[in-house]
């Protein structure tokens, strides 16, 4: 009856996975310093090694980001399936009305959720909210890190305006994260205690049908038509 | 030359007597008859005496000459008497070569053509031309300047120093017409004598007016009188042209102001008021100068700004003493240009006693023009180093406030800074000096009794040995800025007092150095008072509630509101149940030290007992949770799922218990909430609370932890019954009960989730989840209530309990709150909430049912026993009002 079938292809969860790790370096080896008269972030300034490693740590982990940035960018412009992956992340018009009809559905004024495709408005929100996000990061990073290149040229206030939007971002991203990805991915009830498929990349065709109904229905009529197993995308 | 004539003349007179002596009678013929009084004659219908005293004649010039009466009156038969014809007119130029018009073609007149000799020199009595000056004949006629008789120049008259008339007038017989003798340059004639003068007023601003005959010496110092009373200066001399607007048309002083307006304002002066009533007051030439008046830009000028000060000085010499030796006048006389001079606070013309509202330094008007130059100009500011926000703030002050609304007796700048003799804050004179301020402001000022307390006091004693670290007045109330005490900003309003005592309190180095208690300003923050004030209660007891404020005594002197014999009566102030028992314990205790064992041991068990209990609990659901979540997330993985669920639905809380639990959970709620607001003042979320509620935050706050507590009180009452008078509550608490088997089930469950066993527990109606749970409820709602209405109810236990058992009391229902919020939080939400199984939650507590399904997991022993009693428990099934499961599942 109910079944496994593939959502994240190999290649998108090794992506998932670096992107998470060096997300969570940079935000502990950062915010420990935002906040360093706190005991919690005194604790991880400790735990980081000191103060001079925590530094060190932060730079590692943002180039590890940066690396994972760049692998995702030829995914997405040389492989085939990463060409595929981005063209079903554009935003479109059906995704507003997605929205409005998913908030008249949750305020109790339409007895069915909209169907939604492989990626709705949510996941899409999720990774252009990231794209933007790491763009400025990386840019008032670099600011930030090689102060003594950019001093040769720039005004103080670009310096202090990487500052603050840096800061700034960053608690936006944590924020963005635990009120919208996590509650999404562990709290919201269909999901509670956790979607694994960002691990092994399967989830039960219940969860697809409830979800993902016209990605299921596509890749029903698919596998129709071909009788071959359905591919990551 | 004239006199001279007066020697020939009787001379030339004898000549004339002699050739016609044949024809005339002698004077005895004449006066044989005249020298009758009641001689007359009428003429015009007039009676004219005809007498002439013979001794008259005699001792006139004329008779003294030998003068005959033929030889004037001539013309008529002497013989004849009465005599016939008419006798015509003397003519005195038959002997006297004397003109009284001006000659032909002249420009002027003669003042006294149309007068006759005998007008001034008389007729048979007539005198020497020296004597009719003397006497002031002239004044017969010329009453109108009898001012004159009065006059500087009359005192020469009267001593004999040669000054008459004539001296002014020309000789007699030349008098010209006042008009024209005007024009011939009087000023000339009074330099005469006035040597110099007209040299003086040329070097001044008079000038050109002067030369254009515009002003005159008379146009000041008036003709005859020739003097001007002191009085008198402004009116009659320069206010004649200075207030003139014609003559000073658009004349305007460099504010703008017109000049004849400026001049006027000298009228209301103090200088012309004390004038006018004392007769002592500088009038314009005191400062002006007299003949010699430049204008005040010329450095020469007494009224130049340079000179102001001296030129006051000559009346006010010890003002000017003490302004030298002020910061203004020592900036001034460096040469600083902004430095005030006299006129810049009193101004000029209009200067006006200070007590005068008008002055721009009377006591109100003060702060505007002292503001005006340290605060608007930014070189002031500049030399002063003191910012324009500091020095704005007296603005806002209780002096300053209460000066504005009429109060002329509040402080104003120089009731604490000096007037004349303001020195900077740093000068040891100075009267704003740090050591000088108690004096200032009491001993010298206002507040006499307020400093009699300080100086009695412990700080004003230190200070009075020299120490330099005790507060004086500004350190608690501010310097510019002093509020009333009632001012929600002031530093002293009952909610900020501990933080001004904390400045020294509190500070490492000067508890160190004076040997102070180092922790009573933490152990103050920290208890109920200090809670209570930290989030906005100005009934609270603050430092000066117990210490007094300015008269502050420590705790060894008998005199001190905290010496042990008094504390009673400290305390009973606002606790009328203090007792001398409750006093007797320490009062400023820290539960985290180690003096304090009692408090010290019962906080370290809560701490141990709340790790060691909460952590039992999150590990124990940890271990739930992991496995719950895996077995959730096979079945999504692997698509396989349990088979779709019966509707069937049984009871598991009646209304009853659904009510009693919704009582316990909103009180409890409250009660953690407005619990933790006292305790945490300075969290975010409390002070935000603390902004929107506003002032009465605290009185609320405590209020409706009250009721909180009571509405929990009630509902445990409420319990209580129902568990022992209905059946139901019987079973209930029967069911609740701890088993043995309890144990069991915990031992089976913690295998089950580690791994270790295949199978978990099966649970009865209540597990021993539940049962953990229950009874540390009825555990903690005991323990809060009794230390809660100890507390409460202070006034009546406080006398029983000590202030130990007071701070033993807050200690526990402080920490049993901890206990139980991270209870609910770890263990009960977990239960109902955060359990894969009941995620996002478990409806029992709503519905007051749960599903087969959901029995079947968490309570099959239950479903079975109910199963087996039959259909009578089974309440509802397919309920239509009651979703199924997973019709609205996400």
Not at chain 1, 24 to 42: A, P
Not at chain 1, 139 to 160: C, Y
Not at chain 2, 303 to 312: F, I, L, Y
Not at chain 2, 372 to 393: Q, R
């Amino acid at each position: 009856m109910d079944n496994k079938v593939p959502r994240f292809s190999r290649s998108w969860r090794v992506q998932h996975m670096l992107l998470m790790i060096s997300v969570l370096l940079l935000m502990i080896s950062g915010f420990s310093v935002k906040y360093s008269d706190t005991l919690w972030g005194k604790v991880l300034i400790f735990l980081e090694g000191g103060f001079q490693a925590r530094g060190a740590l932060h730079r590692l982990s943002a180039v590890l980001l940066f690396i994972t940035a760049v692998y995702h960018f030829v995914y997405i412009s040389v492989t085939k399936e990463g060409r595929s992956e981005f063209k079903k992340l554009l935003p479109n018009k059906r995704d507003f009305t997605d929205l409005k009809n998913s908030v008249s559905y949750d305020l109790l004024k339409r007895s069915e959720r909209p169907a939604f495709g492989r990626y709705s408005y949510r996941e899409k929100v999720q990774y252009w909210a990231f794209f933007v996000f790491i763009l400025l990061m990386f840019l008032s990073g670099v600011v930030l890190w090689f102060h003594d290149f950019f001093f040769t040229f720039l005004p103080k206030w670009a310096f202090d305006v990487s500052f603050a939007l840096h800061g700034g971002t960053a608690t936006l991203i944590i924020l963005f994260l635990v009120m919208w990805h996590l509650y999404i991915v562990h709290l919201s009830p269909g999901n509670f205690p956790g979607n694994s498929s960002f691990w092994h990349g399967y989830v039960s065709e219940r969860w697809m049908r409830e979800n993902h109904p016209l990605e299921y229905e596509e890749m029903k009529s698919e596998a129709a038509g071909k009788p071959k197993e359905g591919e990551a995308d | 030359m004239k006199n001279r004539f007066l020697y020939i003349l009787p001379l030339l007179l004898s000549i004339l007597f002699i050739s016609s002596l044949s024809f005339a009678g002698s004077n005895d013929d004449c006066l044989a008859c005249h020298s009758d009084s009641t001689l007359t004659m009428q003429k015009d219908g007039k009676t004219i005496s005809l007498y002439v005293s013979g001794h008259v004649f005699d001792s006139s010039v004329h008779g003294d000459a030998g003068v005959g009466c033929t030889d004037c009156h001539q013309g008529f038969s002497a013989d004849d008497v009465p005599h016939k014809q008419t006798t015509p007119n003397v003519d005195c130029s038959q002997c006297h070569d004397v003109k009284l018009h001006a000659p032909s073609g002249a420009k002027y007149q003669m003042a006294h053509s149309s007068e006759k000799c005998w007008d001034c020199h008389g007729t048979h009595d007539i005198e020497s031309a020296r004597k009719i000056n003397v006497d002031c004949k002239c004044l017969s006629c010329h009453s109108a300047e009898k001012s004159f008789l009065t006059s500087a120049h009359s005192k020469q008259v009267i001593d004999h120093k040669g000054f008459t008339c004539e001296t002014c007038h020309q000789k007699a017989h030349d008098v010209r017409q006042v008009a024209v003798f005007r024009g011939t340059g009087a000023d000339t004639l009074c330099s005469q004598c006035h040597k110099g003068v007209e040299s003086d007023i040329e070097n001044g601003i008079h000038k050109k007016a002067f030369a254009d005959g515009a002003l005159r010496c008379v146009t000041c110092h008036t003709a005859h009188e020739a003097r001007i009373s002191k009085q008198e200066i402004s009116t009659r001399a320069c206010f004649k042209c200075h207030t003139d607007r014609k003559l000073f048309d658009g004349v305007n002083t460099s504010d703008g102001e017109e000049l004849t307006t400026l001049v006027q304002s000298y009228s209301h002066s103090i200088h012309a008021e004390s004038l006018k009533s004392t007769g002592k007051g500088a009038t314009c030439v005191d400062c002006h100068g007299s003949h010699t008046i430049k204008p005040a830009s010329d450095p020469t000028s007494p009224v130049n700004r340079e000179n102001v000060v001296s030129t006051c000085g000559r009346c006010h010499a010890d003002v000017e003493k003490s302004y030298l030796n002020s910061s203004h006048g020592k900036a001034f006389e460096s040469g600083i240009a902004v430095a005030p001079v006299c006129t810049d606070c009193h101004k000029e013309h209009s200067i006006e006693s200070v007590d005068s509202p008008n002055s721009p330094v009377s006591r109100a008007r003060e702060p505007e023009i002292c503001l005006n130059c340290h605060v608007k100009n930014k070189e002031v500011l500049k030399l002063t180093g003191v910012s324009a926000a500091f020095l704005m703030s007296i603005r806002s002050s209780v002096h300053i406030r209460s000066l504005e609304s009429g109060n002329l007796k509040a402080a104003t700048c120089s009731d604490c800074h000096g007037a004349h003799d303001m020195l900077p804050a740093g000068n040891s004179k100075s009267k704003v000096f740090r050591e000088n301020i108690p004096s200032t402001c009491g001993a010298a000022g206002c507040h006499r009794n307020v400093y009699e307390k300080y100086a009695s006091g412990v700080h004003g004693t230190a200070l009075a040995k020299g120490n330099k670290n005790v507060p004086v007045c500004t350190d608690c109330h501010g310097d510019h800025q002093i509020l009333a005490p009632s001012n929600p900003r002031s530093t002293v309003y009952a909610t900020n007092v501990a933080q001004s005592c904390a400045k020294c309190h509190a500070s490492v180095r000067l508890t160190e150095r004076y040997g102070l208690p180092p922790d009573k300003v933490v152990s103050y923050m920290d208890s109920y008072h200090g809670l209570a004030v930290r989030e906005g209660s100005t009934i609270a007891a603050n430092c000066a509630s117990c210490h007094g404020a300015h008269e502050i005594l420590p705790s060894s002197d008998p005199r001190s509101s905290i010496n042990g014999a008094n504390l009673q009566k400290t305390c009973g102030k606002c606790h009328n149940g203090a007792s001398v028992r409750f006093a007797s314990t320490p009062v400023h205790v820290l539960t985290g030290s180690k003096g304090e064992p009692i408090l010290y041991w019962l906080s370290e068990i809560y701490i141990f007992l709340i790790i060691g209990i909460i952590g039992l609990m999150l590990l124990h659901n940890v271990l739930d949770f992991v496995k719950k979540s895996r077995k959730k997330l096979t079945q999504r993985r692997t698509g396989v799922h349990p088979a779709e669920a019966s509707a069937r639905l049984y009871v598991r809380m009646t209304g009853n218990e659904r009510l009693q639990h919704l009582v316990l959970l909103l009180s409890f709620l409250t009660l953690v909430l407005t619990g933790f607001m006292l305790k945490f003042p300075d969290a975010w979320w409390v002070k935000t609370m603390r902004d929107i509620v506003g002032n009465g935050f605290a009185d609320l706050r405590g209020v409706i932890h009250r009721i909180a507590g009571s509405v929990m009180i009630a509902g445990a009452v409420y319990h209580i019954f129902y568990v022992s008078f209905t059946k139901r509550g019987r079973q209930f608490i029967k069911d609740m009960l701890p088993k043995i088997q309890d144990l069991r089930d915990a031992v089976t469950a913690l295998k089950y989730n580690i791994g270790l066993s295949k199978d978990g527990p099966r649970f009865p109606r209540f597990s021993y989840i539940e049962k953990a749970e229950y009874w540390a409820l009825i555990w903690g709602t005991g323990v809060m209530a009794i230390t809660g209405l100890l507390l409460w109810f202070n006034n009546l236990s406080l006398g029983v309990i000590t202030k130990l058992g007071l701070d033993v009391a807050t200690l526990i229902h402080y920490y049993e709150a901890i206990l139980a919020s991270l209870a609910i939080l770890v263990w009960h939400f977990y239960s109902v909430i955060f359990n894969p199984e009941v995620y996002p939650l478990n409806l029992a507590c709503i519905k007051g049912t749960l599903s087969e399904e959901e029995m079947e997991e968490e309570h099959p022993l239950e479903l079975e026993r109910l199963k087996e009693a039959g259909e009578s428990e089974i309440v509802i099934e397919n309920g239509n009002d009651n979703p199924t499961p997973g019709q609205r599942k996400q």
